[in-house]
C-alpha cells in the first residue's frame, strides 16, 4: 500500500472518529437537557426512562395529575454516524419529540391538524385518511391540513395547536380508541424557554379540559 494511500486512511479514520465524537456528545446534551425540561414542564409524580440505542434517544412514562399518564419518545438523528450525515439533505434533518397524552375524559372523535409538506418528507402517516374529511386551515400565516371524523369535532384542539411553537409543530393527533392526545414536534436547537413555556400550556389545557 502506497503512503498516500496510508494517508488518506489514516485522514478518514481521524475524520469518522471526529464526528462520531462530536456526535455523541451533542446528543447526549440534547437528552439531558429535553428530559430536564419535560419533568419542569409535566411535574410528574413519577418517571421511568428507557434508552434507546445508546445516544439515538428515549422514550419516557411520566405520572400527571390530572392525566393517566404521559408517554414522551424523544428521537435523535444519528449525528455520531458519518455515513448518515449526507442523507441529512434528503432527509428532515431535524429531531423528533413524540408527546402522547391520555387523558381521563374520552375524546369524542379522531381529528388531526398536520403541517402540510410538499416533499411528504415530515408528513405522518394517518391509515384511515380515505373515511376523514379534509380542509386547510390556516395557523398564522401558515398552510395545515385539518382532518376530522365528524363536523362536530371539539374546536378546542385548534387552540391546543396554537399553544405550539409553530416553527416546531408537525402534528397534533386525537385517537378515541385509547382517548389518546397525540403531539409530535420537528425540531433542531429549539429554544428551551419556548418549549418549556410551550409544554406547560399543553399540560395545563388537558388538565383543565380532559381531567
Do not use: W
Not at 437528552?31 to 410528574?44: G, N, R, V
Not at 442523507?87 to 402540510?116: A, W
Not at 405550539?164 to 409543530?169: A, D, E, G, N, V
Amino acid at each position: 500500500m502506497s503512503s498516500r494511500l496510508i494517508g488518506l486512511f489514516i485522514a478518514i479514520s481521524l475524520i469518522i472518529s471526529l464526528v462520531y465524537y462530536i456526535g455523541y456528545k451533542k446528543n447526549i446534551k440534547i437528552m439531558k437537557k429535553m428530559a430536564e425540561i419535560l419533568e419542569q414542564a409535566l411535574s410528574p409524580k413519577d418517571k421511568l426512562y428507557t434508552y434507546l440505542g445508546g445516544v439515538l434517544g428515549f422514550s419516557a412514562e411520566y405520572q400527571v395529575e390530572g392525566i393517566k399518564k404521559v408517554m414522551a419518545n424523544l428521537r435523535l438523528i444519528p449525528r455520531q454516524s458519518f455515513l448518515y450525515l449526507p442523507f441529512m439533505f434528503i432527509t428532515s434533518g431535524k429531531d423528533n419529540l413524540q408527546l402522547l397524552f391520555y387523558t381521563k375524559k374520552p375524546l369524542k372523535c379522531e381529528f388531526h391538524i398536520v403541517r402540510k409538506s410538499p416533499l411528504n418528507i415530515t408528513k405522518p402517516k394517518i391509515y384511515n385518511k380515505d373515511k376523514l374529511t379534509k380542509e386547510t386551515y390556516d395557523i398564522d400565516g401558515e398552510k395545515f391540513e385539518i382532518l376530522y371524523e365528524h363536523k362536530n369535532f371539539d374546536k378546542r384542539f385548534k387552540e391546543l395547536a396554537k399553544k405550539i411553537p409553530l416553527k416546531y409543530f408537525n402534528h397534533l393527533a386525537i385517537t378515541t380508541d385509547n382517548n389518546i392526545i397525540y403531539i409530535q414536534l420537528l425540531f433542531y436547537n429549539i429554544k428551551e424557554n419556548v418549549l418549556l413555556t410551550s409544554l406547560k400550556e399543553i399540560r395545563s389545557f388537558i388538565q383543565k379540559n380532559y381531567s
